[in-house]
């Protein structure tokens, strides 16, 4: 493998495009379960003044955590084996 060495700044361009992604149709795999499935069709509960949860219809594993504070996103994917664009 041919690897060069750069700093953070170097990974903008490609994490740009990841994740500015259709969610809807984004793919996921379920860390709990391994079910597999479109984020469109996971459910979503909204926790006040905190962000989302997203968890999995098969066995309710949280996929995906959202908080947002002061103003920033904090993303907690833990819960997914994977999130493949749509
Ligand atoms: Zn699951």
Redesign the pocket.
């Known amino acids: 493998m041919d690897e060069l060495r750069l700093d953070g700044n170097a990974a903008a361009g490609t994490l740009g495009e990841v994740f500015s992604f259709e969610v809807t149709t984004a793919e996921y795999a379920?860390g709990?379960?391994?079910?597999a499935g479109t984020l469109g069709g996971a459910a979503v509960y909204e926790v006040r003044d905190l962000g989302i949860i997203v968890r999995?219809p098969?066995?309710d594993?949280a996929l995906i955590r959202v908080a947002h504070n002061r103003g920033r996103y904090l993303v907690d994917l833990r819960g997914t084996k994977y999130l493949a664009t749509g």
């Not at 709990?32 to 079910?35: A, E, F, H, M």
């Open positions: 379920c709990g379960c391994g079910k999995c098969g066995c594993n």
